[in-house]
């Protein structure tokens, strides 16, 4: 009798112990590209473009999400991850946007045969959930500053350039609203990103046809 009130007083305990468990949970940056079929080039511009992986500041080069309090204060959710860390999944954004314009004749994260006419990089400076618990100014934002350029392979210059640096205020303590607040503060500037670099390709000479054989 006595063995199976421990063997109770035990499964007790682990119920409860269940019962409190937190499962962590997955968020992603993710977007759908705000294209038109106006927006979409009959025929793409005659270049290649390789998006590198971006680089990212070691305080936020983690899969989990930092939650930031003051200027000296930081830590990591240990319960909020990123599923896929921000600089694979910037680099994969840019290259599904700029495919869904045709912008370019080939765009990817690798070329193994040839070398692309143009890089597009950068760097992630900060990515983060600001929490402010200060009584008289309580408030959350998704802040996020990157830089992102894109180099000519050729002259090794930079044509584009472009500063990222958004404080989006937050309605909820949803984890999952801040992933979508960054993602959409990401579809609004990698779009005029890429603007920049179209306007960019206007400038430069259209390629002349080959001469026909005997003229």
Not at 26 to 42: C, E, H, R, W
Not at 57 to 79: F, L, M, Q
Not at 176 to 201: C, G, M, P, W
Request: proline share 6%.
């Amino acid at each position: 009798m006595k063995s199976k009130n421990i063997i109770i007083i035990i499964l007790a305990i682990l119920a409860l112990g269940c019962s409190r468990m937190q499962w962590a949970h997955f968020y992603m940056l993710d977007y759908v590209p705000p294209i038109t079929k106006n927006d979409v080039l009959a025929e793409p511009y005659p270049y290649t473009i390789q998006v590198k992986d971006f680089k990212i500041d070691k305080t936020y080069d983690n899969s989990r999400i930092v939650i930031r309090r003051s200027s000296h204060e930081v830590y990591y959710d240990r319960w909020s991850l990123w599923a896929r860390r921000p600089p694979d999944a910037i680099t994969a954004l840019i290259i599904n946007h700029v495919k869904a314009l045709n912008l370019v004749q080939d765009c990817k994260k690798i070329f193994l045969d040839q070398r692309p006419d143009f890089i597009i990089t950068g760097t992630i400076h900060n990515i983060e959930k600001y929490v402010s618990d200060l009584p008289i100014n309580e408030f959350q934002r998704a802040d996020i500053r990157l830089s992102i350029q894109m180099l000519d392979v050729k002259t090794n210059n930079t044509v584009v350039n472009y500063e990222i640096k958004r404080y989006a205020p937050l309605y909820t303590e949803s984890m999952s609203f801040f992933a979508k607040t960054l993602s959409d503060t990401l579809k609004n500037e990698i779009t005029i990103f890429l603007r920049k670099v179209q306007e960019y390709f206007e400038t430069l000479p259209k390629k002349q046809p080959a001469p026909m054989q005997g003229k």
